[in-house]
């Protein structure tokens, strides 16, 4: 079955950077896009990113233009989400989910990675 | 990208209806017949219920529904169940692999 396993927790101070990973397993990784979304502490779902893990290529919102880098590794079977420049309001479970075939279809997705930001 | 709009909240009792409405733009909703809904129960990693506006995946019940018009796509939840008290999100592609989900609403069983 379709499984995506993400990284355990972090606490991070400000200003520094944190990479988050996502083991994908159950299905030809190469052949469907994965995404990023994180969520706030009672806040609502927010887009981050998109990559295509057979060609590497990305697509990040405005909003994280610039600190936000996500690669791939297809070896493993893993993607990864580096975000830098970390603010207290980075603070937030970041998820991982898998496009089943048309855009936006998120068919599967991953426990979730708190990361605390916190001087 | 702007957040797309849901109401914060909606309710019905047991057996009830709900529909959830989420308004968007000529770029994002409008534009495309790519609008998928999720489920949220407190703790849980989102669910989807609705893809390409109206497609069920499979093993999610009927009573869950899709629709749009316009700006606005719609999540109608027939027959309230105790279980589907949670936070729905909706989400459209807006273009250029790009993706904006919605404010969220929760949904209360009286």
């Known amino acids: 079955q379709v499984q995506l396993v993400q990284s355990g927790a972090e606490v991070k101070k400000p200003g520094a950077s944190v990479k988050v990973s996502c083991k994908a397993s159950?299905?030809?990784?190469?052949?469907?896009?994965m995404h990023w979304v994180r969520q706030a502490p009672g806040q609502g779902l927010e887009w981050m990113g998109i990559?295509?893990?057979?060609?590497?290529?990305?697509t990040y919102t405005q909003k994280f233009q610039g600190r936000l880098t996500v690669t791939r590794d297809t070896s493993t079977s893993t993607v990864y989400m580096e975000l830098s420049s970390l603010k207290s309001d980075d603070t937030a479970v970041y998820y991982c989910?898998?496009?089943?075939?048309?855009?936006?279809?998120?068919?599967?997705w991953g426990q979730g990675t708190l990361v605390s930001v916190s001087s | 990208q702007s957040a797309l709009t849901q109401p914060p909240s909606a309710s019905g009792s047991p057996g009830q209806s709900v529909t959830i409405f989420c308004t968007g733009t000529?770029?994002?909703?409008?534009?495309?017949?790519?609008v998928s809904w999720y489920q949220q129960h407190p703790g849980k990693a989102p669910k989807l219920m609705i893809y390409?506006?109206?497609k069920r995946p499979s093993g999610v019940p009927d009573r869950f529904s899709g629709s749009k018009s316009g700006n606005t796509a719609s999540l109608t939840v027939s027959g309230l169940q105790a279980e589907d008290e949670a936070d729905y999100y909706c989400?459209?592609?807006?273009?250029?692999?790009?993706?904006?989900f919605g404010t969220g609403t929760k949904v209360t069983v009286l």
């Open positions: 989910a898998r496009q089943y075939n048309s855009p936006g279809n998120l068919d599967s």
């Open positions: 989400s459209s592609y807006a273009g250029s692999n790009n993706f904006v």
């Open positions: 000529s770029s994002d909703v409008g534009g495309y017949n790519f």
């Open positions: 390409e506006v109206s």
């Open positions: 990559i295509n893990p057979g060609g590497g290529t990305t």
């Open positions: 159950g299905y030809t990784f190469t052949s469907l896009y």
